[in-house]
C-alpha cells in the first residue's frame, strides 16, 4: 500500500485574549476576501460550536468542521487538516475563547498542527495597553509560531497610532479595523444568532471583508506543511436504516462530521421541520438534535402532525435519541426565559424551565453499553423529571459529575451533544432498531 504524502496549504489560527473579540466576524471577512479573490477557503473552528460554522461557512463557500484534541482527536484533527490541504488555497482555524483557555486549548492545537497564530484583539477602551496584551500573547509560550496581531474596533486613525506606538519590532501589526456596526454580528443567549436567521448576513460579511482588503492580511500566510492520518475503515453497521432527523430553525445544532458518519454507517438520511409541522417519514429511528425549541415554543406545540406521528415512532419501540433542545422538545412542558409555558411531545416526562445563567457548559463523555462516546454541553435551561438517570456522562476535566443520561423505552435523551465519528460503533447502536 503507497503511503500518503504530506500536503502543505498556507494556514492561519485566528484567536484573540478572550471571547467577544470579533474573531468570528474577522475570521468571516477574512475567508470572504480570499474567496472573492477566486481562492478556494476551507475553515475550521476550534471545539464545540454549531454557531460561528455555519457563518463561516456562509463566508467561505465549504463545509466548516470542528477540531478539538480531546472531543474530535487528534488523528481526526490531522485527517481534516491533510484532506482540505488537497485543494485548499488557504486554511483558516477560528480559536475559541481565549487562546490559552481549556484543556486542551486553542495554542494546544495550533503548535500540535505548526499553524501560525494571528491575535485578534478588540482595542475599544484601551490604547498603548494594546502592546502588553499583544506581548505577553505572543511571548506566554514559547516556540508557539506566532504571525502577529490584529487590532480590532478601532475608533480613529490617531487610536491606531497610540495602539501600535509601543508594540516591539518583532510583533507585526497586520491591520486596524475600524469599529463598524455593519458587520457586527448579532447575539442571543446561546452565542451567535443562527445565520439562517441574519437577514443581512451576506452584507455584513461583505463589509467584514472590504475592512480586511485595506490590511496586511491580503498577502497569504506562509504554507504549513500538513501529515497524513490514517483511519480505520467504518463498518456499514446501519445498512438498511433509515434515520429522520430534524432540521430546522428550532432543531439545527448538528455537527457535519455527525451526518458524515451516519452515511457512511450505511444509514439513509430523511429530514423533517417539526416547525413545518411535517409528519415523520418512514424510518427505523429518529435524531432530535438541539437547537433553540424556546424560542418557538407556540409553533411546535401547535404542531400535531409531528407530534401524532412521533408518538406513533416511540409506541412501535423504535430507536430516538435527542441532545439537549431536542430533549426539550419530548417533554410535558418547556418555559421560556419570559416566563411562557408551553405542552411540548409529553413523551419523556417532565418540564424544563430556562434561566438566565448557565448551567451546563464542557467538554464531557458518556459510556453505553461500553462504549464511550465523547462530545459537549451547553446549556440555560434547567430539567425536573421523576426519571432516574440511566447514568452520567463524565467530565473531561474536573470531578464534578457529568450530565444525566435517559432512557425512557426506545428513547435516548440528554443535555449531551456527542460527536459521533468519537466512536462509530456506539453511535450506531443508538440508532440501530
Not at 166 to 191: I, K, Q
Not at 211 to 230: E, G, K, N, S, W
Not at 250 to 262: G, K, Q, T, V, W
Request: aromatic residues 6%; glycine residues 8%; neutral net charge.
Amino acid at each position: 500500500m503507497q503511503q500518503a504524502k504530506t500536503r502543505s496549504c498556507p494556514a492561519l489560527f485566528l484567536t484573540a485574549p478572550a471571547s467577544h473579540q470579533g474573531k468570528t466576524t474577522l475570521t468571516a471577512g477574512l475567508a470572504r476576501h480570499h474567496r472573492n479573490q477566486g481562492r478556494t477557503v476551507r475553515v475550521f473552528k476550534t471545539g464545540p460550536d454549531f454557531l460561528d460554522p455555519c457563518i463561516l461557512e456562509r463566508a467561505s463557500g465549504n463545509p466548516v468542521y470542528s477540531l478539538d484534541l480531546w472531543m474530535t482527536g487528534a488523528a481526526d484533527c490531522r485527517r481534516r487538516l491533510h484532506d482540505a490541504a488537497a485543494d485548499a488555497d488557504l486554511i483558516l482555524i477560528e480559536g475559541s475563547m481565549g487562546l490559552f483557555d481549556g484543556t486542551p486549548s486553542s495554542a494546544d492545537l495550533a503548535a500540535a498542527f505548526g499553524v501560525p497564530v494571528l491575535a485578534v484583539i478588540d482595542a475599544s477602551g484601551m490604547a498603548q495597553t494594546f502592546a502588553a496584551v499583544a506581548q505577553g500573547l505572543s511571548t506566554f509560550r514559547p516556540g508557539l509560531a506566532f504571525y502577529g496581531v490584529v487590532a480590532n474596533g478601532v475608533a480613529s486613525t490617531r487610536h491606531a497610532e497610540l495602539l501600535c506606538e509601543l508594540l516591539p519590532s518583532s510583533l507585526r501589526c497586520v491591520g486596524t479595523v475600524m469599529r463598524d456596526e455593519a458587520m457586527t454580528l448579532p447575539e442571543r443567549h446561546l452565542g451567535l444568532v443562527q445565520a439562517q436567521e441574519i437577514g443581512d448576513l451576506e452584507q455584513r460579511i461583505e463589509t467584514a471583508a472590504a475592512r480586511i482588503a485595506v490590511t496586511a492580511l491580503t498577502d497569504l500566510p506562509p504554507p504549513v506543511v500538513f501529515a497524513p492520518a490514517t483511519q480505520a475503515p467504518i463498518p456499514r453497521l446501519l445498512a438498511d436504516t433509515r434515520i429522520a432527523v430534524a432540521r430546522d430553525q428550532a432543531f439545527s445544532f448538528i455537527y457535519p462530521a455527525n451526518l458524515e458518519l451516519l452515511i457512511a454507517l450505511g444509514a439513509d438520511i430523511a429530514f423533517f421541520s417539526p416547525l413545518a409541522n411535517d409528519p415523520l417519514p418512514v424510518a427505523d429511528a429518529v435524531y432530535l438534535p438541539g437547537g433553540y425549541p424556546e424560542l418557538h415554543l407556540d409553533t411546535l406545540s401547535a404542531s400535531g402532525v409531528t407530534k401524532a406521528t412521533l408518538h406513533a415512532h416511540v409506541a412501535a419501540s423504535r430507536p430516538l435519541f435527542a441532545e439537549c433542545g431536542g430533549m426539550l422538545y419530548l417533554l410535558d412542558s418547556l418555559t421560556d426565559l419570559a416566563g411562557a409555558t408551553a405542552p411540548l411531545l409529553g413523551l419523556l416526562p417532565g418540564r424544563a424551565t430556562l434561566q438566565g445563567r448557565l448551567a451546563g457548559l464542557g467538554l464531557q463523555s458518556v459510556e453505553l453499553e461500553g462504549e464511550t462516546l465523547r462530545g459537549h454541553t451547553f446549556h440555560y435551561s434547567s430539567l425536573q423529571t421523576s426519571l432516574a438517570p440511566h447514568t452520567h456522562a463524565r467530565r473531561a476535566s474536573g470531578t464534578a459529575r457529568g450530565e444525566a443520561v435517559y432512557r425512557h423505552g426506545s428513547i435516548v435523551a440528554s443535555y449531551l451533544h456527542c460527536y459521533f465519528p468519537s466512536n462509530p460503533g456506539a453511535t450506531a447502536r443508538l440508532f440501530k432498531p
